[in-house]
């Protein structure tokens, strides 16, 4: 089933359900449910409810309503159809080499150099691709901005800038993979590192019109596909000074025991799920995606004590407004042969749950 931003869902294998509020991915969504978090589900786990039956048809079986608000994110909340803009293809105005494009679009066509200007990611390739961007800072380093896929002949919206912000966008890299269902070659990936010209954003001349974009833009290109190269285990240079492709391969990875590293004895773990404990760099997370962390890192904690026969594990959540806690005996409800209760006060204070395995 195919779910888009702001559909109510009811949850398959648990009781009540939320709001879709972001597409992760073709199988994998984040839902607002009605405490205010954001929590990612598999498609297969959802039901799209009708809120609305049409006209002349009988009530929906499952017409409930669940008191959930979006947030107000439209910069990382994207519906699927939203990141997909179909390009138009108008011979009239000119041929556009096949390749990977910015595409810097003023959202007022009247004042081509004042104004917000959209940027978009163009996919103009028979390819679908999955791409992964970073922008340079000033002081060195990088900062990873986005990463996803786009279709074939189609473009995303990456950002809508204000002039003051061009220069953030003044050296970065593109990282892009290209896939098709059926191919007489496989490509390369693309690492492309890219310079804009500042100076051209404030001329009008800069923008023309194309046979990829509606309106004036200006036109950057990442990539040209003729010049991407291909990658074949029957590929060989022509000449010395050809480079090499490195072709890997595939080798079947042994799971992690993620309990391991946690574990007191042969059958029992502690769990310190406090976030500085799982990340690097705390500060750069709102509390939403802390909370995924936590929650994830728990899930795959007790399924890999399960699958490893532990008898008890202790997971420390803290105190603090106790959400923590919450989802994570929520999370236990679906485990009918567990059993949890308070751990030891005197050892792990009143913020450790201790569950049994049975």
């Known amino acids: 089933m195919k779910f888009k931003v702001g559909d109510r869902v009811k949850f398959l294998n648990e009781s009540g359900g939320g709001i879709v509020s972001k597409i992760i991915g073709p199988s994998l969504v984040n839902v607002s449910i009605s405490d205010g978090f954001d929590i990612p589900y598999m498609t297969s786990e959802l039901l799209k409810i009708e809120v609305e039956a049409p006209p002349n048809s009988p009530k929906h079986m499952?017409?409930?309503?669940?008191?959930?608000?979006?947030?107000?994110?439209?910069?990382?909340?994207?519906?699927?159809?939203?990141?997909?803009?179909?390009?138009?293809?108008?011979?009239?105005?000119?041929?556009?080499?096949?390749?990977?494009?910015?595409?810097?679009?003023?959202?007022?066509?009247?004042?081509?150099i004042t104004g917000l200007l959209d940027l978009y990611l163009v996919n103009h390739t028979p390819y679908d691709i999955l791409y992964s961007l970073f922008i340079e800072k000033d002081k060195g380093g990088f900062t990873g901005?986005?990463?996803?896929?786009?279709?074939?002949?189609?473009?995303?919206?990456?950002?809508?800038?204000?002039?003051?912000?061009?220069?953030?966008?003044?050296?970065?890299?593109?990282?892009?993979l290209f896939h098709r269902d059926k191919?007489?070659?496989?490509?390369?990936?693309?690492?492309?590192?890219?310079?804009?010209?500042?100076?051209?954003?404030?001329?009008?001349?800069?923008?023309?019109?194309?046979?990829?974009?509606?309106?004036?833009?200006?036109?950057v290109s990442i990539s040209s596909l003729g010049s991407v190269q291909t990658m074949a285990e029957s590929d060989k240079p022509e000449k010395e000074d050809t480079p090499n492709i490195s072709v890997t391969r595939a080798m079947e990875v042994k799971p992690e025991n993620i309990i391991d590293k946690h574990r007191?004895?042969?059958?029992?773990?502690?769990?310190?799920?406090?976030?500085?404990?799982?990340?690097?760099?705390?500060?750069?997370?709102?509390?939403?995606?802390?909370?995924?962390?936590?929650?994830?890192?728990?899930?795959?904690?007790?399924?890999?004590?399960?699958?490893?026969?532990?008898?008890?594990?202790?997971?420390?959540?803290?105190?603090g407004s106790g959400v923590l806690k919450t989802m994570?005996?929520?999370?236990?409800?679906?485990?009918?042969?567990?059993?949890r209760q308070d751990a030891s006060m005197q050892q792990f204070g009143y913020g450790a749950t201790e569950i049994i395995i049975r």
């Open 328 to 339: 994570i005996r929520e999370i236990l409800k679906d485990y009918p042969n567990l059993s």
């Open 264 to 319: 007191t004895s042969p059958r029992e773990a502690v769990v310190d799920l406090h976030i500085y404990e799982l990340v690097e760099n705390e500060h750069d997370l709102d509390n939403n995606e802390k909370l995924k962390i936590q929650i994830n890192y728990f899930t795959s904690c007790l399924e890999n004590a399960i699958a490893n026969n532990l008898q008890k594990v202790i997971f420390i959540h803290g105190v």
């Open 183 to 219: 191919s007489q070659k496989v490509l390369s990936p693309v690492n492309t590192a890219f310079k804009l010209r500042l100076p051209r954003f404030y001329n009008e001349s800069s923008y023309n019109e194309s046979a990829i974009i509606e309106g004036r833009s200006m036109l």
């Open 62 to 112: 499952f017409n409930e309503d669940f008191d959930v608000k979006l947030n107000s994110q439209p910069q990382t909340i994207y519906e699927e159809d939203e990141r997909n803009l179909i390009l138009i293809n108008n011979s009239s105005k000119g041929q556009v080499a096949e390749g990977i494009y910015f595409a810097f679009v003023p959202q007022d066509q009247k004042w081509l």
């Open 145 to 176: 901005f986005d990463y996803g896929s786009v279709n074939s002949s189609s473009m995303v919206l990456l950002d809508s800038l204000e002039r003051y912000k061009i220069n953030d966008w003044e050296r970065g890299i593109v990282q892009v």
